[in-house]
C-alpha cells in the first residue's frame, strides 16, 4: 500500500499507510468485539472520508477507464460511510 499511497501523491506514504491500518485494525476491532462501538465508527469514517478524498479523487484524471476504476472505488467508500453512519445512529 506504501507504493500506491507514494503513487497517489501522499506526503510520508508509510507512515501515513501505518496510521490508516492502525485506524482500519482498531476501529475494525472495537466493532467486532463490541466494546466502544461508537469510537470504532467514527475512527472508521474519518478513514473512509480521508482516504476516498485523497486516494479515488475521480474528477481529478482525465482518462475514462481509470476514472471510472476510481469512481467505483469512491462511491464504494461512500456506501461503507453510509453503513458506519447508519450503525452509529443505532447506537446512539
Keep these: 500500500m506504501t507504493a500506491y499511497a507514494k503513487m497517489k501523491g501522499v506526503k510520508h506514504p508509510?507512515?501515513?499507510?501505518?496510521?490508516?491500518?492502525?485506524?482500519l485494525l482498531l476501529g475494525g476491532a472495537l466493532l467486532v468485539i463490541g466494546l466502544k462501538m461508537k469510537i470504532g465508527?467514527?475512527?472508521?469514517?474519518?478513514f473512509m472520508?480521508?482516504?476516498?478524498?485523497?486516494?479515488?479523487?475521480f474528477?481529478?484524471?482525465?482518462d475514462p477507464a481509470?476514472?471510472?476504476?476510481?469512481?467505483?472505488a469512491f462511491l464504494k467508500n461512500m456506501a461503507l460511510l453510509g453503513a458506519l453512519l447508519m450503525l452509529f445512529h443505532t447506537l446512539w
Design 59 to 62: 474528477w481529478k484524471i482525465k
Design 66 to 72: 481509470l476514472q471510472a476504476t476510481e469512481k467505483m
Design 14 to 23: 508509510k507512515i501515513a499507510t501505518q496510521i490508516t491500518g492502525g485506524m
Design 49 to 57: 472520508i480521508g482516504v476516498s478524498f485523497m486516494m479515488h479523487a
Design 41 to 46: 465508527v467514527i475512527i472508521l469514517s474519518i
